[in-house]
């Protein structure tokens, strides 16, 4: 799955209203028939995902979320997605979320109710289950992508544990690691301070996180400029695994860097992530 550093998310309810505040730049554009829609609205909301033009957006493909399958509106949503044979707007559903997920069996069952589209999307499993958060590395397995859905775990718990939410971020952002996928943080809810949201950025980047969500057009800079890889990062990537195999002792100290394994692993595992290869490299 490609690297976005960040998922801008619209309701699909409003989504007509709502394009021109719809980034560019370095943005999945999510449409979202869950959490940001409300049930009596959701059959409006798949009605959108049939009329809407989202060709002017200068995106060339879209992300859906939709609702879980253990409710009726997500089996709606998976028919929708099939009516309209995987294209909204006129664009490819190149990502579908699937909330809720608790194991790889779930996984599964999605895959398979896409698998009748010309194009099949990806899947991107919520971690937003304590179910999920204890069989993460198996969910990652068959998965095309991770993204952490902080409040709706938060509403299993008795109270937001600190410790047991690094913990869970912990996993996540390890098993996406193991498998070589991306790994997106949970949106923030600070609309207004945008330091808070650098913080928090800062904070999910320094844990493993490839991205985050945003809800808000304020929330996208930050976001981006956080999480963004240059081509100059990448450069230097591809120039230490380029000098290591040219090195005949296999190991170099210089004033500014250390040619050692790890190290040429580190930069091996950056570079397939971003080139969208979900195998892991050892």
């Known amino acids: 799955m490609k690297v976005h550093p960040c998922l801008f998310y619209v309701p699909a309810s409003r989504v007509d209203k709502l394009l021109k505040h719809v980034p560019r730049e370095s943005v999945a554009l999510v449409l979202d028939l869950e959490d940001s829609v409300p049930k009596q609205a959701k059959p409006t909301a798949r009605e959108r995902l049939g009329d809407v033009d989202l060709t002017g957006t200068g995106h060339a493909g879209v992300w859906v979320r939709i609702n879980t399958i253990e409710s009726p509106d997500g089996l709606l949503d998976i028919q929708t997605l099939l009516a309209l044979d995987g294209r909204i707007g006129g664009l490819p559903v190149e990502t579908v979320l699937v909330p809720k997920v608790c194991g790889a069996r779930d996984v599964a069952i999605y895959r398979s109710l896409l698998s009748g589209l010309s194009n099949p999307p990806e899947i991107c499993s919520f971690i937003e289950t304590v179910d ?132 040429v692993l580190k930069a091996r595992r950056t570079i397939a992530l971003h080139s969208g290869d979900a195998r892991p490299v050892r």
């Open 132 to 263: 999920a958060v204890e069989n993460v590395f198996e969910i990652a397995a068959v998965s095309d992508g991770l993204c952490f859905g902080q409040a709706d775990l938060v509403a299993e718990m008795w109270a937001p544990d600190e410790s047991y939410l690094a913990h869970a971020r912990a996993r996540m952002c390890v098993a996406a690691s193991r498998h070589g996928l991306p790994v997106i943080d949970t949106n923030s809810f600070e609309l207004w301070d945008m330091d808070i949201v650098l913080a928090q950025s800062e904070a999910a980047k320094q844990c493993g996180y490839t991205g985050k969500a945003a809800i808000h057009p304020k929330q996208v800079d930050v976001i981006v400029e956080t999480f963004s890889t240059s081509p100059g990062e990448l450069d230097r990537h591809f120039q230490t695994i380029k000098d290591y195999e040219a090195d005949e002792a296999g190991f170099a100290v210089s004033k500014d860097r250390v040619l050692a394994p790890p190290f």
